[in-house]
């Protein structure tokens, strides 16, 4: 049983980018995903700490990348929930499990359609498979996040038309039956409101 100190220690070192440290923790026998507390392992902190290096290292030694948090972050979900592309990048490369859910059951390309990650959004549209109509626990899509919870401007637009060119259904109502054109027009988003249109949303 290796010393819950130097478990600490092992995390510290992650956090810090510290590879040379974690190196030897590791010969030690410490588990390259030992957990702290709050459930987060030395490749989430390193992401969480943008130390890339670190986070590359700990994905050839083995890390499991998929491992959440006490709120359900992952080294992917962190990425598409701050817009950090290199990350998701890295992740993406890496096999990670597209399927995790955020702690309000969205996937990946919920939060970074919301938050107007166009880039993180691209991404995940063109190389990526991932469900650009799963439903989260409001009723909400990824389009419908990107309509409803962010300002219209040129992002949102450019979100919108990424989710709709690669198959986002603008036919999927939220939770009391709203479609995506009806919000749009609500909020006087014209722009989005074309776009939609264009895609043939009614």
Known sequence: MVDMNVVSEFLTAAEAGDINALKGYLQQGVDINSQNKRKRTAI??????????TVKFLIQEGAD??????????????GCINGKLELVKM???ANTDLERLTRFGGVGIHPASEKGFV???????????INVNHTN???WTPLIEAILLNDGGE???EI??????HGADTQLVDQYGVTPLAMAREKGFTEIEK????????
Do not use: H, S, W
């Open 119 to 129: 880039e993180v959004v691209r991404e995940l549209v063109t190389t990526t498979d």
């Open 91 to 93: 992740m993406l490369q």
């Open 137 to 139: 626990i409001c009723g």
């Open 44 to 53: 989430l902190l390193a992401a969480m700490n943008d130390q890339l290096e």
């Open 195 to 202: 776009i939609l249109l264009e895609a043939g949303a009614k």
């Open 160 to 165: 919108v038309r990424l989710l709709v060119e």
């Open 65 to 78: 990348i998929d491992l959440q948090d006490q709120i359900c972050l992952n080294p992917f979900l962190y």
């Open 155 to 157: 992002k949102q637009q």
